[in-house]
């Protein structure tokens, strides 16, 4: 289900870049919101053929979402200690969304949806697409959100995290010189272009008028550097062989995990069927809905 999506975030070729130093340049008082994004284009298909080859992996790496978290929201030496301070939102119909993804193209390919699947229930009501809120009850996260969204079928591959920032209480400009200008952010990329994106405001050159846009500045792996890292499952496989841990996480971490997601599935249990959405796109409505409850929106990866 793609609810453990949330919890198991593929390997990244590298360490998260800037873990915990991300932690100490941001706080409450500056953060909007934190985004995580884990998104697979492929359908049912392709995900069972990728589960035949990785099952024996795949529970070893079942609380890197975690890992991830604990790297973006506190000290590293604290990982089991974020999740204990993780917090579930109080209306989960508000703060959870769900979807099923339908018929559609996938690039330049025609593709079937969920229920169509060989092998497919015509009336299973299996998540395809999961959204949730999380807060963090640390001195650094409290009062911020995190926004966790995972799902196949999906506009683009990507898995990332976003740190959006507020907007600044005062704008010396007129607001005409203003009107494009987003909120800074700090996105790091953790595949498939594993890097690090700035993005800020900056004045348009020339010109007989003010006018600040968006721009980033930008730090891939594969542009900086001409070594190749080994895939994400290579260097997991390798460190099971060496007995290296810190990728993996205990089980109290797996426990403390669960304990988190166990009332949301509950909850979905009696919902019925999830809200469909068309593959190739970013996923169902109720997503977007989420997000505008609290005043925010998706970034478009």
Do not use: C
Request: glycine share 10%.
């Amino acid at each position: 289900m793609p609810l453990d999506g949330l919890l198991e975030v593929t390997a990244s070729k590298e360490p998260v870049p800037g873990g915990g130093g991300i932690a100490a340049m941001t706080a409450a008082s500056a953060a909007a919101l934190v985004e995580m994004v884990a998104n697979l284009t492929i359908g049912k298909k392709g995900y069972d053929e990728i589960e035949k080859l990785m099952v024996s992996i795949r529970d070893k790496a079942h609380g890197l979402r975690q890992r991830y978290l604990d790297g973006i929201a506190e000290d590293a030496a604290a990982f089991d200690g974020v999740i204990r301070a993780v917090r579930l939102p109080k209306d989960l119909a508000a703060h959870t969304a769900r979807g099923q993804y339908a018929a559609g193209w996938q690039g330049s390919h025609e593709v079937v949806g969920y229920l169509d699947e060989k092998g497919i229930d015509p009336e299973s009501t299996t998540e395809t697409y999961a959204a949730i809120r999380l807060d963090v009850d640390t001195r650094r996260w409290a009062g911020v959100p995190f926004y966790l969204r995972t799902g196949k079928r999906l506009g683009k591959r990507v898995t990332e995290i976003a740190v959006v920032f507020k907007r600044a209480p005062h704008l010396p400009f007129e607001s005409t010189a203003t009107k494009e200008l987003g909120k800074n952010a700090v996105v790091i990329r953790v595949q498939p272009d594993e890097g690090v994106t700035m993005r800020f405001g900056a004045k348009v050159p020339g010109g007989t008028s003010m006018e600040v846009r968006d721009v980033s500045m930008d730090f891939g792996y594969g542009r900086s550097f001409t070594e190749s890292s080994p895939e994400a499952y290579e260097r997991l496989i390798l460190d099971v062989l060496l007995g290296d841990p810190p990728l993996f996480p205990t089980t109290e971490e797996v426990n403390l995990s669960w304990k988190i997601l166990d009332p949301i599935e509950e909850f979905w249990s009696t919902l019925g069927q999830p809200q469909p959405y068309r593959s190739g796109t970013w996923g169902p409505e109720e997503a977007v809905e989420m997000l505008a409850r609290d005043g925010h929106r998706w970034r478009m990866p």
